[in-house]
C-alpha cells in the first residue's frame, strides 16, 4: 500500500448533518488504526461542540484523533492532536448541558493540555447569524443585563461604530452615535476636563485609558496593554492600538503635567525637553522594532491575543502635556507645531487638545440626535 493511498485512509470527512453546513466535509484526521469513537460520518464523542470551539481559536486548523494531545503550528494552519483519552474525560461532563457550559468545559479541559493556547476562564464563542436579533428584541429589557454583560456591551458598541459596519446603514449609526455613545462621550469628556487640571500620576492616566480608550480615541477597535510581544527585552509600549482596518498604531502615555518645551536662549526658538526627547527615542524604537520583525510580531498577536493585524510601520502617538504651558505665546505654539510636523511616523498630542477632538465629536453627535 502506497503512502498517499494510507493518507488517503486516515481521515473521515463529515456528512452528519447535525454538524451543520459549517463543517460539512470537514476532514476528521486519525493516527494509526482507525478510533472506535469515530464514526463513517465523521462524527465522534463531543465533535461538534469540539469543532467549534477550535474553530473560535483557530482560523484554519485540522483535527487529528491520536494517543497523545499537542498542538502544532505551520504557517498560519494548526494541527489540533486529541487524545481519545482526553475526549473519554470530556464526555460524560457535556451530558445534557447547553451550548454555553458545554464550551465552558471544553475550554478548561484545553486549558489542562494546551495551555499556551487556551485560558481555563476563556469564552469559546462561535457567532451565527440572527443570533443577536432574537435576543435583543422589543421587549428585551437591559435592566436583566449582568454586570459583565453590561461591560461588553459598553466596549463592544464604539469598536462596532469605528469598524464602518454601521455606517451601511445611515439611520442604525445615527441611532448608535446620537444615543448610546453620546451619553457615554458627555460623561468621560467631563471627567477628563477635571483630571487634566489635577492628576499627576502617570500610572493612573494609563489606568484611565485602559478602560476609555476606545471611546476617546475615535477609529480604534481594539488595545493591548503593556504588550509584552517578545520583540522587546525590558520596556514595552504603554499600549498598541488596533485601527479599524487592521494596522497598529503605538500610543506613549505621559501626564497632563509634563514639559514639553524648553527656550534655546541663544537664538529665541523652542526645543523639546529632556522628558519628551526621551519619551521620542523609545517610540522610535518601538516602530523600528515592530517593523523589523513584522512578520513575528503578526504571530504573537494573533496567538496570544487572537487579532488579525496588517503590521507595516506603525504610527506613534505621544500623549503629553498641556498647551496652557505656552501662556498663549504664538511664537511657543508655532515652534511647537513645526517640532512636531518634524516628527516622522509620530505625533504629539496635549491632553487639551484631546479634550478638544472629543468636545468636537459630541457636538457633531449632538447634531446628528437633533435632526
Do not use: C
Not at 483630571?195 to 493612573?204: F, G, L, N, P
Amino acid at each position: 500500500m502506497t503512502k498517499a493511498k494510507r493518507k488517503r485512509k486516515n481521515s473521515i470527512s463529515v456528512t452528519n448533518k447535525s454538524y451543520g453546513n459549517r463543517f460539512k466535509g470537514f476532514k476528521v484526521y486519525y493516527e494509526g488504526g482507525r478510533p472506535r469513537l469515530l464514526k463513517d460520518d465523521g462524527s465522534f464523542r463531543t465533535g461538534k461542540a469540539i469543532l467549534e470551539s477550535l474553530s473560535s481559536k483557530f482560523k484554519r486548523f485540522k483535527i487529528i484523533l491520536s494517543k497523545k494531545s499537542k498542538i502544532k503550528k505551520k504557517g498560519r494552519s494548526y494541527s489540533v492532536y486529541i487524545s481519545t483519552n482526553d475526549l473519554d474525560q470530556i464526555q460524560p461532563q457535556l451530558i445534557t448541558r447547553g451550548r454555553d457550559l458545554k464550551q465552558r468545559v471544553i475550554a478548561k479541559k484545553f486549558a489542562e493540555i494546551f495551555p499556551k493556547y487556551f485560558k481555563e476562564d476563556e469564552r469559546l464563542f462561535n457567532y451565527e447569524k440572527g443570533m443577536l436579533s432574537g435576543i435583543l428584541t422589543r421587549n428585551f429589557m437591559p435592566t436583566v443585563l449582568s454586570t459583565d454583560d453590561r461591560k461588553s456591551l459598553s466596549d463592544f458598541i464604539p469598536r462596532f461604530i469605528a469598524s464602518g459596519v454601521a455606517g451601511k446603514n445611515a439611520s442604525l449609526s445615527r441611532k448608535l452615535k446620537s444615543g448610546l455613545e453620546l451619553k457615554v462621550l458627555q460623561e468621560i469628556a467631563s471627567d477628563l476636563k477635571k483630571r487634566i487640571k489635577s492628576d499627576k500620576s502617570e500610572s493612573t492616566w494609563q489606568d484611565y485609558f485602559k478602560d476609555n480608550i476606545l471611546h476617546i480615541q475615535q477609529g480604534y477597535i481594539a488595545f493591548i496593554e503593556k504588550a509584552n510581544i517578545g520583540i522587546i527585552s525590558t520596556k514595552f509600549p504603554d499600549f498598541l492600538l488596533v485601527t479599524h482596518d487592521g494596522y497598529l498604531d503605538i500610543l506613549e502615555i505621559k501626564t497632563p503635567f509634563t514639559d514639553l518645551l524648553l527656550k534655546d536662549k541663544s537664538r529665541g526658538n523652542y526645543y523639546w525637553t529632556t522628558e519628551l526627547s526621551k519619551a521620542i527615542s523609545q517610540v522610535e524604537n518601538y516602530i523600528d522594532e515592530v517593523s523589523g520583525l513584522r512578520d513575528k510580531v503578526r504571530s504573537e498577536i494573533k496567538d496570544k491575543y487572537g487579532i488579525e493585524l496588517r503590521v507595516v510601520r506603525p504610527r506613534g502617538v505621544i500623549l503629553a502635556g498641556n498647551t496652557e504651558q505656552f501662556g498663549g505665546d504664538k511664537k511657543i505654539a508655532d515652534d511647537f507645531r513645526l517640532l512636531s510636523q518634524g516628527l516622522k511616523n509620530i505625533t504629539v498630542v496635549t491632553y487639551d487638545e484631546l479634550l478638544i477632538r472629543m468636545q468636537n465629536y459630541i457636538a457633531v453627535l449632538t447634531e446628528l440626535k437633533i435632526r
